[in-house]
């Protein structure tokens, strides 16, 4: 596996906690310290969805539920994938900005 920023080969493989490989926590400790953090607010989001989900499909047995009942589900794990999108992406921008010669063919 290869680090998102930089590309450079990581130690631990694709399931592991990808922000306590050393090369993070060495070369890109701010995106080490937030990707963990992001990680356990899209759990707790994720759970939360999923238990309200289940909940209005139960209680609410139509077939008409599962669609209206999705999109409360769907939108914000959405928003929440925009924006990691976002901060990653300003991640790698700061950080070719700051290493203009590593990023080079």
């Known amino acids: 596996m ?15 906690k990808i922000w306590n490989d050393p090369h993070y926590k060495a070369y890109h400790a701010e995106y080490s310290e937030w990707v963990g953090g992001w990680l356990k607010i899209f759990v707790i989001v994720g759970t939360i969805d999923a238990l309200a989900l289940g909940i209005v499909l ?9 669609v209206v009942a999705i999109w409360p589900y769907i939108v914000p794990l959405w928003i929440l994938m925009m924006l990691y999108l976002q901060r990653t992406s300003r991640f790698k921008r700061e950080w070719k900005e700051q290493h203009p010669s590593l990023t080079q063919p």
């Open 2 to 16: 290869r680090c998102a920023l930089c590309a450079e080969p990581l130690t631990f493989g694709y399931f592991s």
């Open 58 to 66: 139960y209680l609410f047995r139509n077939p008409w539920t599962f």
